[in-house]
């Protein structure tokens, strides 16, 4: 079967350069997002073909999930499989840096050009072509096998998140977003504003009363105030830094990044509020919900010993849906375990088509992932494409690595689909 599978894969790698041509010509670029009906249209008729059950549904309107599931013959007592990918793509920026087109796929030296190639379109396409050659193959498989084309990744709008409060499930999930071809899990990601606010409002004139000595005005620069809440995150990221470590990570990758401030509202005044936007990123040992705690634990300290904070409580706002509309994301980490029976097959059926070991590791990067492990699901990112690539001008893969993931992602589903619970 193994030799079957990797015939007819290279017999048709036209038909996937077509595939991954047809896709990357919907300019599916997020933010601005709400621009993926088409392409999602594309890939529900294509499941569809292939005889799956689909349904869709809007996550934002425009930005539509499609999910079909392919019955296995004896669900019930064998394996099944989610198969994830997202159909959004990063933002272009200029144009004119391009030496391709950039909706148009253009064969160059063994590689295919293209935004969305390596991220992650290519893998999408992948998935597509192998359905459809296992179908060819009569494969039968056992286990339901179930196909996720999300949006939003791009933005941090989890259309996972969507699929996982619908209830969708199974018994292992590969996420098939650029690992090169490693098996990853991953850290998490949260963003968060922190806002200091003054209950009142003062001219600047009034700043020498709020300063100096018999002044008798208790006031104060919500600016001058977050330059404490910044040091204060500081002193916590050193020690995050030098406490905390987790295997496959490179000391101190849990930062916590200042990335925006904005605050006050006139020369003429005193800034009475300030509000800061931190990217803060965790290791897969802890949840969003444990660093966000640690996180106001800590500041709430600083507040305590300034006399102005005590009275003027910090306020937080964490995660969010969108990027777009609420200036919020949340991505779960997602642990990794070797000895799970799927984690071991991946790596057996890599081995198999590529003849060398497979990776087990730790992405450098966050993907969708960690939704699918939030809810429970045993999951693992495992897809073609380099991590320089994705958001990349000329962003391209490797045609070969393309038809080599196609192979293994065949020999896969064949093996685990067909393996008892
Ligand atoms: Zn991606």
Not at 98 to 121: C, H, Q
Not at 207 to 212: A, D, G, P, T, Y
Request: aromatic share 8%; with cysteine; hydrophobic share 40%.
């Amino acid at each position: 079967m193994e030799n079957l599978i990797s015939n007819l894969v290279d017999e048709r790698q036209e038909e996937l350069l077509q595939l991954l041509a047809d896709l990357v010509r919907f300019p599916t670029v997020s933010p601005p997002a709400r621009n993926t009906a088409g392409v999602q249209q594309y890939i529900r008729e294509y499941l569809k073909r292939e005889k799956f059950e689909t349904s869709s549904w809007d996550v934002f309107p425009g930005d539509p999930n499609v999910v079909g599931i392919k019955r296995g013959t004896n669900g019930t007592r064998y394996n099944s499989l989610i198969i994830n990918g997202h159909i959004d793509v990063a933002e272009v920026g200029d144009e004119t840096e391009w030496t391709v087109p950039v909706f148009e796929l253009t064969e160059k030296d063994g590689f295919a050009y293209g935004r969305g190639t390596s991220d992650m379109k290519g893998a999408v396409a992948a998935t597509l072509l192998a359905i459809k050659l296992l179908n060819e193959l009569d494969v039968e498989l056992k286990g339901d096998l179930q196909i996720q084309a999300v949006i939003g990744e791009e933005a941090g709008e989890a259309g996972t998140l969507s699929c996982m409060e619908k209830g969708y499930t199974a018994d292992f999930a590969l996420v098939v977003d650029g690992s090169d071809r490693q098996i990853h899990g991953q850290g998490g990601v949260i963003t968060g504003w922190i806002t200091v606010k003054s209950k009142e409002v003062f001219h600047d004139a009034m700043r020498m009363s709020m300063l100096n000595a018999g002044g008798n005005v208790k006031g104060a620069s919500a600016i001058e105030k977050m330059m404490k809440v910044i040091a204060g995150l500081q002193d916590l990221e050193r020690h995050w830094a030098v406490t905390k470590q987790y295997p496959g990570f490179a000391p101190g990758t849990n930062t916590i990044n200042p990335a925006v401030i904005e605050g006050g509202r006139h020369a003429a005044f005193v800034a009475d509020e300030c509000r800061l936007w931190i990217t803060v990123h965790f290791y897969p040992n802890e949840t969003y919900q444990s660093v966000v705690n640690e996180i106001e634990e800590h500041l709430n300290h600083v507040a305590k010993a300034d006399p102005w904070l005590r009275d003027n409580p910090i306020h937080y706002k964490w995660g969010g849906k969108s990027m777009i509309e609420e200036r919020g994301e949340i991505f779960p980490a997602l642990e990794m375990n070797k000895d799970h029976v799927g984690v071991q097959l991946l790596a057996h059926c890599h081995e198999q088509t590529e003849k060398s070991p497979a990776t087990i590791g730790m992405s450098k990067t966050v993907t969708d992932a960690g939704w699918l492990g939030e809810a429970g699901i045993p999951t693992v990112i495992y897809g073609p494409g380099k991590l320089e690539e994705a958001h990349s001008v000329d962003e391209k893969i490797n045609i070969e690595e393309l038809l080599t993931f196609t192979k293994t992602l065949m020999v896969f589903i064949n093996r685990w689909c067909n393996s008892e619970k």
